[in-house]
């Protein structure tokens, strides 16, 4: 299957699995990737792990698929834009591992997540300069508020790629590993997440975005404050601050 999905079980998991073709996306694995994040929150999965097969993440849009006089803007808005979009607000945490290509769309579906994996192999960018075109994707909203305006001008006037590493370093994703242990770091994370109060983290998500978005502080606070309520009516804080006093590990529900 172009992509799969491993539904079941406190974590879900995507694979984009068109190795021959990088993982290069057309319309109908943009749906089916959707699909599975619906299916992911209706099965209560308690967070999604979205990765690929094969020696790259996903080398964007399959340009093979591309019909002459096709409507740029009505693709990106009813499709590419829907899911980075959907990915980003979903209601359970999720987490990508990305190794080898990671360009265009892929860029976006990496970075829409909550918390994003690379491998010391991975190239992550959106050189569409050499094709006379814009990034998109959402490529200039994640980079500029992780990395600067600055950086975010280098990389599209230049369509410098990073690698691993120099993502980590600057800001772009959060952790860099081995390629042959990214799938393993990948989902242990996930997994470890998915055992934790999701609500509460989902809470903190938006909170992030709104400071990225640019929250003042009062903002924050403000913000800070009504999400607090919101996690105390939970019983996941329940069963924490039993857990605290009881001296032993909390077991959280993700309620």
């Known amino acids: 299957m ?6 079941g079980g406190a974590v879900a998991e995507i694979v984009l699995n068109k190795p021959d073709k990088l993982n290069a996306l057309d319309r109908a694995d943009l749906d089916s990737i959707s699909d599975g994040l619906d299916r992911a929150v209706a099965d209560g999965a308690r967070a999604v792990l979205i990765r690929a097969e094969g020696r790259a993440f996903c080398a964007g ?15 990106l808005r009813s499709a590419f834009n829907v899911l980075v979009l959907k990915i980003h607000g979903l209601p359970i945490p999720t987490v990508s591992a990305v ?14 997540c909550d918390v994003t994996v690379v491998s010391d192999d991975a190239r992550i960018g959106s050189p569409f300069g050499r094709l006379g075109a814009v990034p998109d994707s959402g490529f200039h909203w994640f980079v500029t508020t992780r990395l600067g ?39 242990t994370l996930a997994d470890t997440v998915a055992a934790g109060p999701t609500t509460a983290f989902r809470l903190s998500m938006e909170l992030i975005d709104a400071v990225a978005r640019g929250a003042s502080l009062a903002e924050t606070l403000d ?14 804080f329940g069963e924490g601050l039993s857990a605290f006093r009881e001296k032993r590990e909390p077991r959280f529900d993700g309620i």
């Open 223 to 236: 913000k800070e404050a009504s999400s607090q309520g919101v996690a105390f009516a939970t019983a996941d």
């Open 2 to 7: 172009p992509v799969d999905h491993l539904i």
């Open 99 to 112: 190794q080898g290509a990671c360009m265009g769309a892929g860029t976006g579906i990496a970075l829409a």
């Open 149 to 187: 305006p600055a950086v975010a001008r280098d990389l599209v006037l230049t369509g410098r790629v990073l690698d691993g590493p120099e993502a980590v370093r600057l800001g772009l994703a959060a952790r860099c590993v081995g390629r042959a242990d990214l799938h393993t770091e990948a989902r």
């Open 61 to 75: 849009r399959d340009i093979t698929t591309m019909e002459p006089g096709e409507d740029p803007v009505q693709l």
